[in-house]
């Protein structure tokens, strides 16, 4: 059982999100086991959410159980996890979300800053870094790299050197993003670039910064610098509703009230109008009631492991 309480435990179970419901995390699942690997051992979710933290759960819940199987269908576990995040609120959320789900006891959840120095317990004027002295069989990095222009801007270049210190020789770290929406696309497509246009200039002209993404291929480059070796990227179409469409014009309208004018908010409020009935005309008549346009993508990577002669394997 994830909770004490059937009635807890049956709202957790039904939370709970396994790689054969969902594309991304069930890459990252398959690339283990055909690696040869039984389990992620423990498990380190450097940029959490509720999403993730979900997915962990049921990996959790197979360490618990001693679920088995056999080849792909053997399920995966972890024996303990690590998660991150720079934002008070959402360590709340988490910590909520990891108390329903019954796992606050195989694991922590951290509030840090992966490009920031903390006090220490030690002497005076002692720092160490988010982490200190911890390594982890397997890491993930779940929309972090987009994310961190918020929290710490430009550190990007630098975030998978830092995660790396933190990762065991023969770990492997899992990368998630998103590919850069284009500026202009064709046909309907065209649409959700308008869109992620008006909902950024909405979060710039309130006061606060926007996203960034990152393609595969930058991704790929700085994993190598950082000494570790790309396995493999996956590629997943994306196909956008009109709900996913209107989650993303409602981030836009969220910052309406902190324009610095209300005529200019008011008349942003109208674009956004606009747009959201474009979106369900668009939607409408496409034969799927979706718009295609760019990708979500899993770049697996690996810690070369060492010899006795504390020398990578590839360099012997």
């Avoid at 830092?162 to 309907?188: C, E, Q, S, T, W």
């Avoid at 950024?200 to 790929?220: N, Q, S, T, V």
Wanted: proline share 4%.
């Amino acid at each position: 059982m994830f909770a004490s309480s059937s009635t807890k435990g049956g709202s957790a179970k039904s939370k709970i999100v396994r790689g054969s419901d969902d594309a991304l995390f069930g890459c990252v699942e398959r690339n283990h086991l055909i690696s040869g690997r039984t389990t992620f051992g423990e498990f380190l979710d450097a940029g959490t959410g509720s999403h993730s933290l979900r997915w962990i759960a049921s990996l959790l819940h197979n360490e618990r159980t001693g679920a088995e199987g056999e080849g792909e269908d053997k399920p995966l576990s972890v024996s303990r996890f690590a998660a991150v995040t720079a934002d008070e609120n959402m360590r709340k959320k988490v910590l909520a979300e990891a108390e329903e789900l019954g796992i606050e006891d195989m694991g922590e959840i951290l509030i840090g800053n992966w490009a920031a120095e903390v006090e220490g317990d030690g002497e005076v004027g002692e720092k160490t870094e988010l982490c200190h002295g911890q390594q982890y069989d397997t890491i993930l990095a779940d929309y972090l790299v987009g994310a961190i222009d918020g929290f710490a801007p430009y550190f990007q270049d630098q975030v998978f050197s830092r995660l790396a210190r933190h990762l065991r020789p023969g770990g492997r770290m899992y990368v998630v993003g998103l590919n850069p929406i284009p500026d202009k696309a064709p046909g309907d497509a065209d649409l959700f670039c308008r869109v992620t246009r008006l909902r950024d200039a909405c979060i710039k002209l309130a006061g606060h910064r926007c996203y960034r993404e990152y393609p595969p291929a930058w991704i790929e480059r700085h994993l190598r610098l950082a000494g570790l070796e790309v396995v493999e990227t996956s590629r997943f179409p994306i196909m956008y509703s009109h709900a996913t469409i209107l989650r993303q014009l409602n981030v836009a309208r969220s910052k309406l009230p902190l324009f610095p004018s209300k005529g200019l908010a008011t008349e942003m409020g109208k674009q956004i109008d606009e747009l959201e009935k474009e979106s369900r005309a668009a939607t409408d008549r496409s034969s799927t009631g979706r718009i295609k346009l760019g990708f979500d993508y899993v770049v697996t990577a690996e810690m070369p492991a060492k010899n006795a002669n504390g020398n990578s394997k590839e360099s012997t």
